[in-house]
């Protein structure tokens, strides 16, 4: 909810915009666009999914050290490989779109956004109390991020932004399920 406000504000303040954007295969990734095809909720979108996926990163390189369940520890496996390949994405588009280096979201305190004191309280646990404490971070995470590609969906107006948000979605409702499982 948090999130869908934050990206009406920030639409609200810098014009109708929307995003389209998905991880294309190689063979059909579009061509690069120019800054001026990317909308308001584009640029938010793209910002706040770096930051979110940045922070999320250091949370499941704990995983192998501290968790003893197999089925979390495939579903780190799973997470850090799609969170990785969107990063990539991401960064391109960032580029593309001409969007300054210091991103604004970055340690921003939102729904699904893991802190870095989240990962500091982690790395004090093992066993069952870090796997519960992982996957609720995880599962926040997992849950933001379809919330922000839904809004990215229906809102942006750049076509890789709004492939990419498809693509999430689809990555996000693939990584629950498995989540759903671990119990």
Do not use: Y
Not at 27 to 46: E, K
């Amino acid at each position: 909810m948090i999130a869908r406000l934050l990206l009406a504000g920030l639409l609200a303040t810098t014009g109708p915009a929307g995003c389209r954007s998905s991880r294309p295969e190689a063979d059909t990734i579009p061509a690069p666009t120019t800054a001026t095809q990317f909308g308001g909720t584009d640029l938010a979108w793209i910002e706040i999914n770096i930051a979110m996926d940045e922070q999320l990163l250091p949370l499941l390189g704990l995983v192998p050290r501290s968790s003893g369940s197999p089925g979390v520890q495939a579903l780190a496996l799973q997470v850090q490989a799609f969170t990785t390949a969107e990063l990539s994405s991401l960064r391109a588009l960032h580029d593309q779109a001409g969007l300054p280096a210091v991103n604004p979201h970055k340690g921003m305190e939102m729904p699904g956004m893991v802190t870095p004191q989240q990962v500091t309280d982690a790395q004090a646990l093992f066993g069952k109390r870090f796997d519960a404490d992982a996957l609720k971070l995880i599962r926040a995470h997992l849950e933001q991020g379809q919330n922000l590609a839904d809004s990215e969906n229906k809102s942006g107006v750049e076509p890789q932004t709004r492939a990419l948000a498809l693509q999430v979605l689809r990555t996000r409702s693939a990584a629950l399920t498995t989540l759903e499982s671990i119990h």
